[in-house]
């Protein structure tokens, strides 16, 4: 047979794949794909079918559908838990601006060539490996109770203030990690060509090597933050009313569980969209990759 010409058959290729009761190609792709799809739809809700059926006839259903898929609970606490996901949302906005400009210094910190900018490069790295290594929640249980505790005059004693200074601190430590990396992805000839312009080398880093390596770490960054968005539910061991801290208010209030599932589906409805999303970026960065190579 006869290659393609201009991506299409020609009449008499048609003809004989009708005469061999062949479809053309782009027809068999088609019914392939469709035919894939079905069987992932049916083959899922199969799998559901299976054990939703397992679920709702186990001995404790009853039970446990009272404790935690109350409708009456349900339609009584979702008025006052979802209105105080405002909070979560205020502390991921104000810590995000944050914990991107103090990571990227950190990140330019720890990139610095040279033994005369040692110290600068360790006491970043120190910040990092401490901040990544103690748990978030012990962060905000220091800084929470920790400082106003000291009772100093002029120092703030707001739970919401030590909640965004917390988590941008720990969160600062991972995110400058995803900065580093897209800093060293960029091949040093970019630098050393930058430099052979007249460039200084703080102009190199902030005018050629920074704006490709933010480019290449946005979709690690969105993961990071999307794990921010989540986090923001510790800072309710401080006393900050979020979302979290209003169902755990809401729950000691009924003696039931809904509560905690209302808050579980405005996090899946907030975060799933996301995390699409990200995967979105990364499939057209691999694409692009690959272009690039070929």
């Keep these: 047979m006869s290659a393609f010409r201009g991506g299409r058959l020609d009449q008499g290729e048609l003809v004989a794949l009708r005469q061999a009761g062949l479809p053309p190609a782009g027809r068999r792709r088609d019914r392939t794909a469709l035919r894939s799809t079905l069987v992932a739809l049916l083959s899922t809700v199969v799998f559901f079918g299976v054990v939703g059926w397992i679920v709702v006839h186990a001995p404790g259903w009853p039970a446990v559908q009272r404790s935690f898929l109350n409708g009456t609970v349900w339609a009584q606490s979702a008025p006052d838990i979802v209105p105080a996901f405002s909070v979560n949302v205020e502390l991921f906005c104000i810590a995000e601006v944050f914990i991107l400009v103090l990571a990227l210094i950190l990140a330019v910190l720890r990139s610095l060539p040279g033994p005369v900018l040692f110290p600068l490069r ?164 691999r694409r692009r990759f690959l272009a690039g190579a070929r």
């Excluded at 490996?129 to 800084?143: C, E």
């Excluded at 009772?151 to 400058?176: D, K």
């Excluded at 992805?185 to 060509?193: F, G, L, N, T």
């Design 122 to 285: 360790l006491l970043a790295t120190i910040y990092a490996d401490f901040f990544r290594a103690v748990p978030g929640v012990l962060i905000i249980y220091l800084l929470g109770f920790g400082i106003p505790g000291l009772q100093i005059n002029g120092v703030p004693n707001s739970p919401f203030f030590y909640a965004v200074v917390s988590l941008t601190l720990v969160y600062s430590a991972y995110v400058s990690e995803v900065y580093r990396a897209g800093i060293q992805s960029v091949h040093p000839s970019q630098d050393a060509a930058a430099r052979s312009l007249g460039l200084t080398q703080f102009q190199a880093l902030r005018y050629v090597v920074l704006p490709q390596a933010v480019r290449r770490v946005i979709p690690p960054l969105l993961n990071d933050f999307i794990g921010l968005q989540k986090d923001t539910v510790l800072v309710s061991y401080i006393g900050v009313v979020e979302i979290f801290r209003q169902s755990q208010i809401d729950e000691a209030a009924t003696f039931n569980f809904t509560p905690y599932i209302v808050t579980a589906l405005v996090f899946l409805v907030i975060t799933v969209p996301l995390a699409r999303f990200v995967d979105v970026l990364i499939a057209r960065d």
